[in-house]
């Protein structure tokens, strides 16, 4: 069974502040991947990053980071100097190497950010 | 810019009616997914299917929930009789397993009353 949790229920922040949003997943699967979704209150579901298993990388895009550590399950996501745009809810998933991409969904982290 | 689309955007029904949400999925993927939305539940797999046959409906409540492909660029959800916790937003997505794995993309969602 897969499962992905994310701790943080919400989280409010002033602009410019840095924020982190942690995912912690658990899988029996040796070759899985990992994402990140935003859903900003219009409802629709925007792709942030896909992670393989096997590549341990963090990534950078602008203002946004990821930190995957497969010793400790976790695939963090950062936001830099966050803006009221930011504010949304976001989603960690998890698909395993053989289940042809279906996702198992964190309950998501709403970020409030506050002008 | 090819999407995943869905309609209706919305549908507003009585507890009773028959409901059908339909999906054209981006065109040259080979995996379509249905997910439901929830306040208690989160973002849930129903089903899912891979060149049109289906591979996994075990979210589904199989007494009143259908889902099929009847051809490669629709996918329908159905629901009869429908019921007030029906109510919810549908995800449809579609995917393919690209070079770096699999790649998935939703659709904006249909969102469900049931009264």
């Known amino acids: 069974a897969q499962k992905v949790t994310q701790a943080q229920t919400e989280i409010s922040v002033v602009e410019k502040e840095d924020v982190t949003l942690d995912c912690v997943y658990e899988?029996?699967?040796?070759?899985?991947?990992l994402f990140w979704y935003k859903q900003p209150p219009s409802g629709e579901l925007v792709f942030l990053i896909r992670?393989?298993?096997?590549?341990?990388q963090n990534e950078i895009s602008g203002r946004y980071s990821w930190n995957f550590q497969k010793s400790t399950s976790s695939f963090n996501f950062t936001i830099t100097a966050s803006q009221v745009v930011d504010s949304a809810v976001y989603f960690c998933?998890?698909?395993?190497?053989?289940?042809?991409?279906?996702?198992?969904f964190g309950q998501g982290t709403i970020l409030t950010v506050h002008p | 810019d090819a999407r995943v689309t869905q309609t209706p955007r919305h549908k507003v029904t009585e507890m009773g009616q028959e409901v059908t949400m339909r999906c054209q999925p981006i065109l040259g993927h080979n995996t379509v997914f249905w997910y439901r939305q929830t306040m208690m539940q989160g973002l849930e797999l129903l089903a899912y299917f891979r060149n049109r046959a289906p591979l996994d409906d075990s979210g589904m409540p199989k007494d009143r929930f259908s889902a099929e492909m009847p051809d490669a660029t629709l996918a329908t959800l159905k629901i009869q009789p429908s019921e007030p916790r029906d109510s919810a937003v549908y995800f449809c997505?579609?995917?393919?397993?690209?070079?770096?794995?699999?790649?998935?993309?939703f659709g904006p969602g249909t969102r469900l009353t049931v009264t």
């Open positions: 899988t029996r699967d040796t070759t899985y991947y």
């Open positions: 998933a998890l698909s395993g190497g053989t289940s042809y991409g279906k996702l198992t």
């Open positions: 997505a579609s995917g393919f397993q690209g070079f770096l794995g699999y790649e998935q993309y």
């Open positions: 992670r393989n298993s096997f590549d341990e």
